[in-house]
């Protein structure tokens, strides 16, 4: 193919809205993708296949092809999802069977090799320990029993599927870049060794990966698209050389700007040199440019050889969680919140009792709301036992005091295990309709000279600062901003003058930020180092932070080590995804220099007037 192949995405997570699917056939696309899987959703569907040995699959993708199959054979319009899930045989199928009752014939192939549970004992015996990446700890004698462990694949056994004349491609656990990077290879044809066109297709399926996220979902701007509300799904026009332009369908609403693909491109990275299992993508090589309406060009971007290893993700039973919910309002609510934490202590037996004991107080207003969550491995002390506990302190409590909520009903969580394992071990096949099996090439690992590996840089370290002061002249003591001279300064929330997007990775949080300016992005990288994020977020202040730049995206990249614990499947935070970080971030206050206010006034529609 010679002319760009433009690749829509119609899902990003399970649960996604049900009519993308068609919304996104209504415009000229050559293939549709759809991303349902994220580290919590392959406990979900360990879940549902427990009950029933025949799922273990996105069952919503079903009910979106009901709508847009035909249409797709009648366009040819590729389908390349990652609706597997744990049994992407069982969804082939059943897609399969479903097709055949409707009088339709695809050629429906799956991508299999990336579940490794059975494996495991094997593996392990061989010398593979599956050390848990933050913590170190193997496995064995960890007391851990996985229920699921997968690899993530890469976009190879799609394109295989795709050239032998695949009309569906079903997949497990891949990459969600893979999605694009599968077609784009089969599309134009590459090698496994075209690393800059590799990562120009890693780009573009990282962007579009999450839907609307690409399309003013999430975003920190929203008041400057004109209609947000119901965003139409992104498209990525991929060019032969591996350059995208990222875009909707006229007409549809939210929109593709600068802002809103940079957004999307912070978000839930660590290192700008992302690693994918086809390639290493380097981000701070990536150029946007607004090439007209809703239309971002993306690229070109350098790229170096797939990592040698790829990550595994390990879900395993947890225990049981419960929680109470007190609320407090009136007078005296610190003293409200003392009593009902030593009720609560007497009457729960406190920390001792339970695995696991987190009392957490929220300020809203007229008022306050006190969480009490409790983890054990057994279900009857997490369940009645607490609820009974929790229920004798009614009478007994602080004034006015009511449940907002409260069960006897634990419910079961489960605890996320990221590992590595050598690409060598892992082997990728397409299973084509007729039962044939073909195999997937591995990428090479070793550079050719003219694309060596740079030697990649380490996070910026933290550097202590003195705390910001409520309002100065010059602000602490620090290097001059290129493009700034010191003087006043105005006391401004951050997010006046920059945008940011949150997200999870396991047991980490990322947080990254931008600027639309130059001086601004300069001020910002000055300002904004990892002792000040400390002292803006203070549940940061004892963790390790990481901190990297990306000067072409005017961005910085912040990743939490540990914030979110064991992960969003067994967090008690209220927001264990880290969603909100970002703008509760953007939300803190910060020294801004007069020049820049002045500067921007103009230009930011949410910058207060002064």
Known sequence: MTRPVRIANCSGFYGDRLAAARETLAGPVDVLTGDYLAELTMLILWKARRKNPELGYATTFLKQLEDVLGTCLDRGVKIVVNAGGLNPAGLAAKLGELAELGGLRPSIAHVEGDDLLDRLPELQARGHDFAHLASGRPLAGSGVAPVTANAYLGGWGIAQALRAGADVVICGRVTDASLVVGPAAWAFDWAPDDWDRLAGAVTAGHIIECGTQATGG?????????????????????????????????????????????????????????????????????????????????????????????????????????????????????????????????????????????????????????????????????????????????????????????????TEYGVYWPALIAAEEVTATAVLADGTRLAVPRPPVVARPET??????????????????????????????????????????????????????????????????????????????????????????????????????????????????????????????????????????????????????SQYTSLPNR
């Open 218 to 410: 999430n975003y920190s701007f929203f008041t400057e698209i004109p209609d947000p509300v119901h965003p139409g799904f992104p498209i990525a026009e991929l060019h032969p050389d591996g350059s995208s332009v990222i875009t909707k369908h006229p007409g549809t609403g939210g929109a593709v700007t600068v802002g809103t693909v940079t957004a999307q491109l912070l978000y839930e990275i660590g290192h700008p040199a992302y690693l994918n299992a086809d390639v290493v993508a380097r981000f701070d090589t990536v150029r946007l440019s607004q090439q007209g309406p809703d239309r971002v060009a993306v690229g070109p971007v350098r790229g170096e050889p797939a990592p040698a290893t790829l990550k595994v993700c390990l879900n395993h039973r947890g225990g049981y969680r419960n929680s109470a919910t007190f609320v407090l309002t009136g007078l005296d609510l610190d003293a409200k919140a003392d009593f009902a934490e030593a009720g609560l202590y007497d009457a729960t037996g406190g920390p001792a009792r339970f695995d696991g004991y987190e009392l957490r107080r929220e300020h809203g207003g007229e008022v306050d709301r006190l969480t009490l969550t409790v983890k054990d491995p057994d279900q009857q002390i997490a369940g009645r036992g607490f609820f009974t506990a929790v229920a004798g302190t009614a009478l007994a409590g602080y004034p006015g005091l009511y449940l907002e909520h409260a069960s006897a009903k634990a």
């Open 452 to 601: 060596a590996a740079a030697v990649l840089p380490a996070a910026v370290p933290p550097v202590p600062l003195p705390p910001p002061s409520a309002v100065s002249e010059a602000g602490p003591a620090r290097p001059e901003t290129p493009g700034s001279t010191p003087g006043r300064t105005v006391r401004l929330p951050l997010g006046t003058l920059v945008g940011a997007r949150s997200g999870d990775k396991g047991g980490d949080a990322n947080v990254g930020l931008w600027a639309k300016d130059d001086r601004v992005y300069a001020w910002l990288c000055d300002y904004l180092d990892v002792a000040r994020l400390r002292a803006l977020l203070p549940e940061t202040a004892k963790l390790s932070v990481s901190r990297y730049e990306l000067p072409n995206l005017r961005a910085l990249n912040f990743v939490v080590h540990g914030l979110l614990g064991d992960g969003v499947a067994a967090s008690t935070s209220a927001d264990p995804q880290a969603k909100a970080l970002g703008e509760r971030l953007r939300g803190c206050l910060a020294d801004v220099p007069e020049d820049l206010v002045d500067l921007l006034q």
